[in-house]
């Protein structure tokens, strides 16, 4: 696809109100800036969006720019917050979910013994994205983050989670961009999103090989 000229948040109001009401389902595998900007220039798009599938947040694994935040959601937390209360539907991919699927040695190498050329390639570049991510964790491989957003869309029984509330902190100097989940219930918030926390690793990594079997 060629470089558009139309600006993101003009696309996503324009599509979402030309397609039929819950038709379209938002992937977000970055900041939620754009979704924010779009549910604020014309607010009737919250109800013609289906789901929002998002990658973002942590809360008992933590978070990666911060001690208490992720990349996606401390960059634009005001966004974040905007969306979280939106009253969209939600599933969230956080930090507890996606540190779970890693790319072990083992899992790189039968990527790379692949005949088409697809295979070798994506084992090369996963040589050198994880270099960062093993020194960090001390891990066998990195965490493969936004790829569970796809995942789950195309074979969402690989993941479990649960409905809960998810508050996103905007004030705080130490804790900026922190997703407070209600993990345990212990509030009365309304759940306003379902969070993943378990995925069958061995499963993900079979359905990403498949995929990438059909490529040249």
Not at 25 to 42: H, K, Q, S, Y
Not at 73 to 80: L, Q
Not at 186 to 193: E, L, S
Request: proline share 6%; charged share 25%.
């Amino acid at each position: 696809m060629r470089l558009q000229e139309a600006h993101a948040v003009d696309f996503l109001v324009e599509t979402l109100m030309e397609k039929p009401p819950g038709s379209v389902t938002l992937c977000a595998l970055g900041p939620l800036t754009n979704v924010a900007m779009a549910l604020a220039r014309e607010p009737s798009i919250a109800g013609r969006i289906e789901r929002i599938v998002a990658m973002g947040g942590g809360f008992f694994e933590g978070g990666n720019v911060t001690p208490a935040a992720e990349f996606n959601i401390y960059v634009d937390p005001h966004a974040a917050r905007a969306v979280f209360t939106s009253g969209i539907p939600i599933t969230l991919f956080p930090l507890d979910v996606t540190h779970q699927v890693l790319t072990t040695a083992k899992r790189v190498e039968r990527l790379r013994k692949m005949a088409n050329k697809s295979g070798p390639a994506v084992a090369a570049l996963l040589d050198f994205f994880e270099r960062f991510d093993e020194h960090k964790y001390g891990t066998d491989g990195g965490p493969l983050h936004d790829p569970c957003v796809i995942a789950w869309l195309l074979k969402p029984e690989l993941f479990k989670g649960r409905e809960v509330n998810v508050a996103i902190e905007c004030e705080s100097e130490l804790t900026m961009g922190m997703t407070v989940v209600d993990w345990w219930r212990v509030t009365d918030r309304k759940p306003n999103a379902e969070v993943m926390r378990q995925v069958d690793a061995d499963g993900f990594f079979e359905l990403l090989e498949e995929r990438i079997a059909r490529l040249p």
